[in-house]
């Protein structure tokens, strides 16, 4: 079992920043690929970011320059930079792993806005 919880979440104006962390308890060991989603209000969960094992980071082409992933293997602590947010960037953010076997598990999603 893999434990993910986010923080980091909150409200802020366009062409703000926030930075969200998510660590990782339990069978940390398991994990393959971790990763960032979101989901606006109606429309469906979307990739933000992706780290494999391998430490290759892929971003969605809308947050292509204004968002960073990193990692912090010592903490087991992922994270995530938000820079020149956007009001589409409002979004419940959740924080995933995938393990090994495929398997993929869920922070427990936290809320960003960014007000106009």
């Known amino acids: 079992q893999v434990q993910l919880v986010e923080s980091g979440g909150g409200l802020v104006q366009a062409g703000g920043s926030l930075r969200l962390s998510c660590a990782a308890s339990g069978s940390s060991f398991s994990i393959n690929t971790m990763g960032w989603y979101r989901q606006a209000p109606g429309k469906q969960r979307e990739s933000v970011a992706t780290?494999?094992?391998?430490?290759?980071?892929n971003y969605a082409d809308s947050v292509k320059g204004r968002f960073t992933a990193s990692i912090d293997n010592a903490k087991n602590t992922v994270y995530l930079q938000m820079n020149s947010l956007k009001p589409e960037d409002t979004a419940v953010y959740y924080c995933s792993a995938r393990s090994v076997s495929g398997f993929r598990y869920w922070g427990q999603g936290t809320q960003v806005t960014v007000s106009s």
């Open positions: 780290i494999s094992s391998g430490a290759t980071i």
